[in-house]
């Protein structure tokens, strides 16, 4: 589908979020600000996304996609959602949620 997990995520997290600033595009991502920096740069560069100063604090700046941003974001979430269709082929219900647990159990065992 064209896109890298980065870029992915990246656009992801600034679709959910109506404005979105700097700071918390690299909390929601998980990841350094230097390195979501690096991130942005680049797909400024391509179009996909524009940065502006917040008009209530210039410190910050705000992070929105482009016509071209969205166009990739359509076209890698329907790629999204067809391998998620994939991998959930043949699991019922009970068993997906059955995982679902397993990874939550897991994920409290690394945290706690």
């Given at each position: 589908?064209?896109?890298?997990?980065?870029?992915?995520?990246?656009?992801?997290?600034?679709?959910?979020?109506?404005?979105?600033?700097?700071?918390?595009?690299?909390?929601?991502?998980?990841?350094?600000?230097?390195?979501?920096?690096?991130?942005?740069?680049?797909?400024?560069?391509?179009?996909?996304?524009?940065?502006?100063?917040?008009?209530?604090?210039?410190?910050?700046?705000?992070?929105?996609?482009?016509?071209?941003?969205?166009?990739?974001f359509l076209k890698l979430r329907?790629a999204a959602l067809a391998f998620d269709k994939r991998l959930r082929?043949?699991?019922?219900?009970?068993?997906?949620?059955?995982?679902?647990?397993?990874?939550?159990?897991?994920?409290?065992?690394?945290?706690?």
């Open positions: 589908a064209g896109g890298t997990l980065p870029v992915w995520v990246t656009l992801l997290s600034v679709k959910s979020r109506e404005l979105a600033n700097q700071r918390e595009l690299a909390g929601m991502i998980g990841i350094r600000g230097a390195t979501l920096t690096h991130h942005l740069n680049a797909m400024e560069t391509q179009g996909l996304l524009m940065r502006r100063r917040d008009p209530e604090n210039r410190r910050v700046h705000q992070v929105e996609l482009t016509q071209a941003g969205e166009a990739l329907t082929k043949g699991l019922s219900d009970d068993r997906l949620a059955e995982f679902a647990e397993v990874l939550a159990a897991l994920r409290a065992n690394v945290e706690g």
